[in-house]
Structures are given as structure tokens and as C-alpha cells.
């Protein structure tokens, strides 16, 4: 078999052991088992456990990554673009459970570097939707008070809100990709319009 298969069929048994039993429990005979081969093999291939648990974060990351990239269409209006990528990425932590609980609640809980290769692919994520926010900022020829640090708190926000709404849509029965998306557009976009709109949310007198 060639190497890059092999690697490949051994990330596979990584994600899913580490996903299932967390990163500390996880152990290289209980990788090696499921992937069909030796302990010095996947030694041999990826060095040591935090190394491949690093390789299973990136490989895990990037295709998180290119498929939301490749979900969206740019030349359609922004709020169908940002739905168009919400879709893909639900769809994608829906097809991937154990790539998402790899990314959200493995490596983020275990401190640096696997925190760390996390927040680069989170990063790359935000600054496509802040992109996407401000396209539709221009595009609604916005409140010119929407500063960019505010475009860029409204793009973190959306996508905590997209990473919790994974988890709780991986573990409700019935709960698809589309609906995920149709919840999250629901409760934002309704929100960023009035906001391009110059009407802002302040407290009552009194409040």
C-alpha cells in the first residue's frame, strides 16, 4: 500500500480513537489496532502521539476549511453566500462528527500547540465571514458608524454561535445541516440588516 494511503488509513483510526475516547485515553496500540497495523508503523509514519494528534487536527482543519470555502458562490448577494457556507459547514460537522469533536472539544482543551493549530483555522474562517459581513455592509450601502472592529465582533460571534449550534445539532436526532443553517441565519441576519440600517439596540431609560 502506498505511504500516503497508509498515513491516511491511520489518521483516520487517530480521529476516530481520539474523538471517541479524548486525547489522554487514547492510546497508540488502540490507533494502530484500528487501522490494521503495527505500533512501530504509525511510530515509524507520525513519530509520536502529539504529533499525530497534530497531523489529525490539520488534515481535520483544512478540509473543515475547503469545504466551507467551496460551498460558497461569489457572485451571488452576501446573505446568500453566508447561508450557502453555514450550509456547508453543518454539513460537513454533520459528516464528520469525529473530525469536530477532534477540533472543538479535544485539541481546544488541551493547551498549546494543538489550541493553537485550532485558532488558525478558526481565524481563516472568521476572516471569511468578516469578509462576507462587509460585502454586505457595502452592498446595503450601510450605517457608516459600522466600524471595522465591529464587523470583525460580529463575524466572532457568528461563528461561536455556528460551533456550539454544531455540537448541539451532532448530538439532537433529526436535526440536519439545513436547519442548523436556517436557526443561525434566523437569529442573525435578521439582526445585521437592522444593523446596516443604522437601527441600533440600546437600553430603555431607566435600564
Same mark, same amino acid.
Given at each position: 500500500?502506498p505511504r500516503a494511503? /497508509?498515513?491516511?488509513q491511520?489518521?483516520?483510526a ?7 475516547r ?5 492510546s497508540?496500540?488502540?490507533i494502530a ?7 512501530p508503523l504509525?511510530?515509524?509514519?507520525l513519530?509520536s502521539?502529539?504529533?499525530l494528534?497534530t497531523?489529525c %487536527?490539520?488534515r481535520?482543519a483544512?478540509s473543515?476549511v475547503?469545504?466551507?470555502r467551496?460551498?460558497v458562490?461569489?457572485e451571488?448577494?452576501?446573505? /446568500? ?8 459547514f453543518f454539513?460537513?460537522t ?5 473530525? &469536530?469533536?477532534?477540533? #472543538? ?27 462576507? %459581513?462587509g460585502n454586505?455592509? /457595502?452592498?446595503?450601502?450601510?450605517d457608516?458608524h459600522?466600524a471595522? /472592529?465591529?464587523?470583525a465582533?460580529l463575524? #466572532?460571534?457568528l %461563528? ?7 455540537? &448541539?445539532?451532532?448530538?439532537t ?9 436556517s436557526t443561525l ?7 445585521l ?7 441600533? &439596540? ?5 435600564r
Open positions: 500500500m494511503v /497508509r498515513e491516511q491511520m489518521l483516520d487517530a480521529v476516530e480513537t481520539f474523538a471517541r479524548g486525547y489522554r485515553a487514547a497508540m496500540d488502540q489496532e484500528l487501522a490494521g497495523v503495527s505500533k504509525v511510530y515509524l509514519y513519530n502521539k502529539d504529533e494528534f497531523a %487536527i490539520r481535520e483544512g473543515l475547503t469545504a466551507v467551496a460551498g458562490r461569489p451571488l448577494p452576501a446573505d /446568500r453566500q453566508l447561508w450557502d457556507g453555514l450550509t456547508a454539513t460537513h454533520a459528516e464528520h462528527p469525529d473530525g &469536530w469533536a477532534v477540533l #472543538h472539544n479535544q485539541a481546544r482543551t488541551h493547551g498549546e500547540p494543538f489550541a493553537a493549530e485550532v485558532e488558525t483555522m478558526r481565524e481563516e474562517i472568521v476572516t471569511f465571514v468578516n469578509h462576507l %459581513i454586505a455592509a /457595502r452592498e446595503a450601502r450601510c457608516p459600522l471595522d /472592529r465591529e464587523v465582533g463575524a #466572532h460571534a %461563528i461561536g454561535a455556528a460551533e456550539s449550534l454544531a455540537d &448541539w445539532a451532532n448530538t436526532p433529526g436535526v440536519s445541516a439545513k436547519e442548523a443553517a441565519m434566523n437569529f442573525s441576519w435578521a439582526g440588516e437592522n444593523l446596516m440600517k443604522g437601527e441600533r &439596540w440600546s437600553p430603555s431609560a431607566g
